[in-house]
């Protein structure tokens, strides 16, 4: 072979070598896992888009909007150097700390998923409750928030399972799942029947012995709970969030809800934006993020910002908001809320637009 030949041949190597090493870089820097949470504005979008009641084509002249934090889930270094140099509003958070007592990213989506779906109920179970119309309310099953340290269960269950059936028989409260639970001694084993995200799958499950209680021992998974409950109004509502998590959406969620009941403007014509959870009773809750959710709003030219009301010793939400937006600059104003009747109240006082 020729000397020119052999040194083409050897060139061309070194250049396939070199193009797959560059791929090689570009793939760890753009699919390489950060172990991060990267937290940014999400958006401020309109309820009316989302919820329909009675298939009414009645809406509001104005906007409720809900607003959201977006989270790059352990996003890639060129994703993760990209968001940091375009948004000027960003959190990084270790991903331990992002899932709080959580046991992996996957569970978390799924608790948070549940999240918003009881929210969903919340808030319906709430605008009735404010507006004095009765409602029927079904219990659905147990669902896991978390577990107790070093929990057997938590080897074959996950966060946001929920526990529909116990040894063959329906589980659609605490109470059902106690009652399963009787007569069992420690080290026996329980079958559940559990709904996982869209799947239903079944789990065998040791009972444990708890803290005692008044010196009497207690039996039981090991898990902490909540009541997986469905509002059945008398008008069907449906809402069409499946893209986002978290219950923080409530709020808004209401009042556009009473105001679709009632073919009542609350909105007067304007953009109104907020946050909080709300319970069955109107109660409006902290929520997580709320800067973003403040720029999220203002960018998106909302004129009222309506905030959880701090309440509590360790509530944050309208402190964290006023000193946020003393910084920052916009029009928006600050509206902190305690209950959905505060929220309504508020609004129906404005001049209409």
Do not use: C
Request: aromatic share 8%.
């Amino acid at each position: 072979m020729p000397i020119s030949s052999i040194l083409h041949s050897r060139r061309s190597r070194r250049r396939l070598i070199a193009a797959g090493a560059s791929l090689a870089v570009l793939g760890v820097l753009t699919f390489y896992p950060l172990p991060y949470f990267l937290k940014t504005p999400g958006s401020a979008e309109q309820v009316k888009t989302r919820v329909t009641v009675a298939d009414s084509r009645w809406t509001e002249k104005g906007d409720f909007l809900f607003t959201t934090v977006f989270q790059h889930v352990k996003p890639g270094i060129l994703e993760y150097a990209f968001v940091r140099l375009t948004e000027d509003y960003t959190e990084t958070v270790p991903v331990e700390q992002a899932i709080g007592n959580v046991s992996d990213v996957d569970a978390y989506q799924q608790l948070t998923e549940w999240m918003r779906v009881d929210s969903e109920a919340s808030s319906v179970l709430a605008a009735y409750h404010y507006l004095g119309k009765p409602i029927q309310v079904e219990q659905t099953g147990v669902i896991i928030r978390s577990f107790l340290p070093n929990a057997p269960a938590a080897k074959s269950l996950h966060e946001g399972d929920i526990i529909i059936a116990a040894d063959g028989k329906p589980v659609k409260t605490v109470q059902d799942l106690a009652g399963q639970l009787k007569g069992k001694k420690k080290g026996d084993t329980v079958l559940l029947q559990i709904k996982r995200g869209s799947k239903t799958v079944e789990a065998n499950v040791p009972v444990i012995e708890l803290d005692s209680e008044n010196g009497t021992p207690r039996l039981g998974i090991g898990f902490y709970h909540a009541q997986v409950q469905k509002a059945v109004p008398d008008l069907p509502i449906r809402f069409r969030l499946d893209d986002i998590g978290g219950p923080s959406a409530g709020l808004m969620l209401s009042l556009d809800i009473v105001s679709k009941l009632e073919q009542k403007d609350y909105t007067r014509g304007r953009k109104i934006a907020g946050t909080g959870t709300i319970d069955a009773d109107g109660n409006v809750g902290q929520i997580g993020g709320i800067r973003f959710k403040l720029v999220a709003a203002s960018r998106e030219g909302a004129e009222y910002f309506l905030v959880p009301k701090d309440m509590g010793e360790t509530d944050s939400n309208q402190k964290d908001a006023e000193q946020f937006l003393r910084s920052y600059s916009t029009s928006m104003k600050l509206v902190p809320v305690g209950t959905l009747k505060e929220a309504a109240d508020f609004l129906a006082a404005l001049p209409e637009q």
